[in-house]
């Protein structure tokens, strides 16, 4: 069964603080993504990666930064977190050659941030 | 570039009754076409989609949608609705020619009642 994991479901910080969200997927997929999630908006693409040490901003990526050290670990740094950055986040993988197609997701990090 | 309009945001229907929720996308190219489905506190999991081929997409849980170029739509439908349907469901865009990623509408929150 395809897996995508996120480290955290629920995380509190305070603003100002360094916060960072890992995902790490069990199917060899190349490509990783990070996504915002908030009511009537959908979901937006934070940044995403397509090899290892790749990194691409996608539509919001003001605020935030990425590390993929690893192929199967995908991370979403905020350097100093703000209440405006209170989202669900969802992290996700997809194959290389199948970018356009289907993507798997992590169960998401509800990030509260006072 | 792509986009995705999801009408209604909310959609109400009784138990037995059809589903229809409504997807409209731009795209410059031809477009993948895609419908995930989120459960509270999950991530999303894919429902249906279209990439080539027939324009009738069948998927899980007795959904399917119907890609009509001439009309830019990707209306997700369903006849008898359950209570398990319940749940928040979104269409998506990428595009078909190079290299691309995953644009998500709105979402649309579907309600079934007794």
């Known amino acids: 069964d395809v897996k995508v994991t996120q480290s955290s479901r629920y995380l509190v910080k305070r603003t100002g603080e360094k916060v960072f969200l890992e995902c790490v997927q069990d199917?060899?997929?190349?490509?990783m993504f990070w996504y915002r999630q908030d009511p009537g908006l959908g979901l937006r693409l934070i940044y995403f990666s397509y090899d290892v040490k790749m990194k691409e901003k996608g539509d919001i990526p003001e605020g935030y930064s990425v590390s993929r050290e690893k192929k199967e670990r995908f991370s979403l740094i905020l350097e100093s977190a703000s209440t405006n950055q209170t989202s669900m986040y969802l992290c996700a993988s997809s194959p290389v050659g199948v970018i356009n197609t289907e993507a798997f997701f992590g169960q998401g990090t509800r990030l509260t941030v006072v | 570039a792509q986009s995705v309009t999801q009408l209604g945001s909310h959609v109400s229907v009784s138990e037995g009754a059809l589903v229809l929720l409504r997807c409209n996308y731009s795209s410059s190219v031809p477009p993948y076409l895609f419908w995930y489905v989120q459960y509270p506190n999950q991530g999303l999991q894919l429902l249906l989609k279209y990439t080539t081929g027939a324009t009738l997409v069948k998927g899980i849980n007795g959904f399917e949608a119907e890609f009509k170029k001439s009309e830019t739509s990707f209306h997700l439908t369903k006849p008898s609705a359950h209570m398990s349907d319940a749940a928040e469901y979104f269409c998506a865009v990428s595009e078909a020619s190079g290299y691309s990623t995953l644009t998500f509408g709105k979402g649309t929150m579907l309600l079934v009642s007794p």
């Open positions: 199917m060899d997929h190349e490509n």
